[in-house]
């Protein structure tokens, strides 16, 4: 998993089915996943796995798109560029701060990072 995002089993676009479920989790504490599935059965033993636990799950149907590493775009099942996410500003404003990040305003609380 990378970023939240879990990979498909074999990673090839020509695997994508617009009748596969995507089962979403997102447990109170830790990173997001989303499960793959080809049969109804199969999501359904995976759903009462997760009953009673600190979970909310969503349920999708169709095909999985992806968000790329840096510079983020999206990308459609058929490995497409849909669309460039990156804010592209053309100011020639001078940062004196050399500051890299994207918002100065979010707090970035990556222990591993700030470690």
């Given amino acids: 998993m ?5 990979e498909p089993e074999t990673g090839h676009a020509e695997d994508s089915n617009p009748d596969k479920f995507y089962l979403i989790v997102v447990p109170d ?9 080809t049969a109804k059965d199969d999501l359904v033993v995976e759903l ?3 009953v009673k636990k600190r979970v909310s799950c969503f349920i999708v149907k ?10 983020r775009k999206l990308i459609s ?10 804010h592209v500003d053309d100011s020639v ?14 707090i970035d609380d990556d222990e591993e990072f700030n470690s």
Avoid at 93 to 106: A, K, S, T
Wanted: net charge negative.
């Fill in 29 to 37: 504490f830790g990173k997001p996943e989303c499960k793959e599935f």
């Fill in 77 to 86: 099942s058929n490995n497409i560029i849909e669309a460039d996410l990156t």
């Fill in 48 to 50: 009462r796995k997760l």
């Fill in 93 to 106: 404003e001078i940062d004196v701060d050399g500051f890299l990040f994207d918002d100065p305003d979010v």
């Fill in 62 to 71: 169709g095909e999985r798109w992806h968000i790329s590493l840096p510079p």
């Fill in 2 to 6: 990378h970023n939240g995002q879990s």
